[in-house]
């Protein structure tokens, strides 16, 4: 299936709409296709990787031929990160359970380091399969790459979470709404804020180099 470009403000929306539901379908029978464990990362990065597609390129997008094809080319690096993250999480959660039950001296700045640890763990998991999907990279640097972006943009950063502390309320009091748009929603949101993360680096990145650019010029002038 491919999106058109339409003129009209509510069918855009009505047909963005659309295209969410479908995504978030694909998304469901593709983790279930992989017996969800399976499945579950390599859907989740394909839905990304498609989400990213549709808004860099804003004009015809196969979203079949995208989704499918991501879902079999990072099917392995998927599950890696995916799991990675999973067991990660899982050793700061025992960690922290024994902190908050054993009281010692250092109890206090176990729980600041566990904090601190715990903030730049849920940067990764925001930003890594959005980091990965506009950048290709190895497993490793995705993940550098997904906690130096995540620190580096404070405010975009900051408005992940309070869009997902939003939403996770617009789920509570409309429940019907998670299975037909919660994942797929949810990370369009998340995909579009890293995506205006990484274009405001890019910028910065390159006025730095146009600044040593001149710099350079006037050395030698």
Request: hydrophobic letters at 55%; proline letters at 2%.
């Amino acid at each position: 299936m491919t999106k058109t470009v339409n003129s009209n403000g509510f069918y855009r929306f009505l047909e963005w709409l659309m295209w969410i539901m479908y995504l978030n379908l694909l998304w469901v029978v593709m983790s279930l296709a992989g017996v969800v464990f399976l499945g579950l990362f390599p859907a989740t990065m394909a839905l990304v990787i498609t989400i990213r597609e549709w808004c860099v390129q804003k004009n015809e997008v196969a979203f079949n031929k995208i989704f499918f094809k991501a879902y079999k080319k990072t099917f392995i690096k998927s599950n890696m990160i995916g799991y990675l993250l999973t067991i990660v999480g899982y050793i700061l959660f025992v960690d922290f359970q024994w902190v908050m039950q054993h009281t010692t001296t250092f109890q206090s700045l176990f729980l600041v380091l566990f904090i601190v640890m715990g903030i730049i763990y849920t940067i990764a998991i925001l930003y890594i399969f959005p980091t990965f999907a506009h950048f290709d990279l190895s497993i490793r640097q995705t993940l550098k790459h997904a906690i130096v972006l995540g620190l580096f943009s404070p405010l975009v950063t900051i408005g992940m979470f309070v869009a997902l502390f939003l939403l996770q309320y617009v789920w509570r009091f409309i429940p019907g709404l998670l299975p037909v748009v919660g994942v797929s929603f949810t990370f369009y949101i998340v995909t579009r804020l890293a995506l205006f993360s990484f274009e405001s680096f890019e910028n910065r990145q390159q006025s730095l180099l146009e600044k040593d650019y001149v710099k350079g010029e006037k050395k030698h002038a």
